[in-house]
């Protein structure tokens, strides 16, 4: 925001804000040797540079973007859901390295370093926020604790190579500024920390140092589905339990609130899904999970005729939703290849859609659309004590950067938070 000449504030353009911040990030005076490089200045990167330069060591964050910790904006629609107080390695996708590198209290060690940054924090069920309930306040104060360690933070500079030396590591980036040089700096001790979209050439940093990983694959985001009648109601939001089955075993199911798209699910509850989800595999949605069959059965065939009246549910269900499944009911419609028999009257077929209604997933949508993406380095070349890579001294690694992804609820951020720590910490000791 800038002002006109009336004191009121007017909006600058996003071409005008990026501008700056690229004027801002080339006066930033980058050295040719430190004692320890991070690239990627998103929530693991911020926090393992604090914890490198808090102890003593010179440290430079290298981040591409025009900015650090962006991705933390988008967090908890804008809140940031920077942990959670049932934090536990069950929900995680390698609960036993994750269990390895948290310790004894992980939850202890994340609320310890945010007291530090002067920052205090509120609790939704078992999320928790800033005081603020604002992600800039979460970002702001980790850049200010950064600047306070004597971190030089150079954004605006993407890593393109790295390779190994008799004192540790060279470090090749690009300029996204001006003519886009290409410069070295040299380090001790090597920090990856990038995740996300900018994956695609930083982990080609980590190949060529001889590192392993999996494929990037969207994770924490909506579920596609063949073609359905519901999906129809475009935008309409239910309160259902959902259950995942692959190849007629159940293997996932959890309640809560469910975005209906023309492409798919959508919302919380789908985003964990999509951890489990395999192209294929049977949605089913209880659109009534507080109700039991028997209750189910007084609204809507209460002497068991075989029928029902017409708005016989729009007083549990969105009526609109309502009357979709009430054409559906009639034709008798089933989903194919569902594994189901044909409803023999109208009104069972209405309560089966009303408690287990169908859908086909095609799989994840995105990488555009994943508050996550699954895979990255194979965490079994890591130390658990230091995250340290055990054939490569000297060179670590830090959240997304890893193949780790967790639930929603601040499970992923907590994850960032706490390898960076140790991380960050670690490599000073090189």
């Not at 390698?94 to 310790?103: I, N």
Request: charged share 20%; hydrophobic share 40%.
């Amino acid at each position: 925001m800038s002002q006109d000449g009336t004191g009121r504030r007017r909006r600058v353009s996003r071409a005008k804000l990026r501008e700056r911040r690229l004027q801002a990030a080339a006066v930033v005076d980058v050295a040719t040797s430190y004692d320890v490089v991070v690239v990627g200045g998103g929530a693991s990167g911020l926090v393992a540079a604090i914890c490198a330069g808090e102890k003593g060591a010179n440290v430079l964050l290298l981040e591409s973007s025009p900015e650090c910790g962006r991705p933390i904006l988008a967090t908890g629609n804008g809140r940031c859901n920077f942990s959670n107080v049932g934090l536990a390695p069950k929900y995680y996708n390698d609960p036993a390295f994750v269990q390895a590198v948290f310790g004894d209290d992980p939850l202890g060690d994340i609320l310890a370093f945010f007291r530090q940054c002067n920052m205090r924090w509120c609790l939704e069920e078992e999320r928790l926020y800033p005081l603020s309930r604002r992600a800039t306040s979460v970002r702001n104060v980790l850049l200010r604790r950064a600047a306070s360690a004597g971190v030089t933070i150079a954004c605006a500079r993407s890593v393109v190579g790295a390779s190994r030396t008799d004192g540790g590591f060279a470090i090749t980036y690009r300029e996204e500024f001006a003519g886009g040089a290409e410069r070295a700096v040299q380090a001790r001790s090597l920090v990856i920390s990038t995740g996300g979209t900018q994956r695609t050439h930083d982990f080609d940093v980590a190949g060529s140092l001889g590192l392993e990983s999996n494929p990037a694959q969207p994770v924490l985001c909506p579920v596609g589905c063949e073609p359905n009648p519901i999906l129809e109601l475009d935008g309409r939001r239910l309160h259902v339990r959902a259950q995942l089955t692959h190849t007629a075993f159940p293997v996932w199911s959890e309640r809560g609130e469910v975005l209906l798209r023309n492409y798919g699910l959508s919302g919380i509850v789908v985003f964990n899904m999509s951890r489990q989800v395999v192209p294929g595999d049977l949605v089913e949605l209880d659109l009534l999970p507080d109700l039991t069959k028997s209750e189910l059965q007084q609204m809507v065939d209460p002497f068991a005729h075989g029928s029902f009246e017409e708005g016989c549910l729009d007083g549990v269900l969105d009526p609109d939703i309502a009357s979709v499944l009430e054409g559906l009911a009639r034709s008798r419609w089933t989903l194919e290849d569902a594994g189901r028999d044909k409803p023999a009257s109208d009104s069972e077929s209405l309560m089966a859609l009303a408690k287990s209604y169908p859908l086909r997933a095609t799989g994840t949508t995105g990488h555009e659309q994943a508050q996550v993406l699954r895979g990255g380095l194979r965490t079994n070349q890591f130390s658990t004590k230091t995250l340290e890579c055990t054939s490569v001294p000297g060179l670590f690694a830090t959240g997304e950067a890893l193949d780790v992804d967790g639930e929603c609820g601040g499970f992923n951020l907590s994850w960032a938070w706490k390898s960076g720590m140790v991380a960050g910490a670690a490599a000073v000791t090189r």
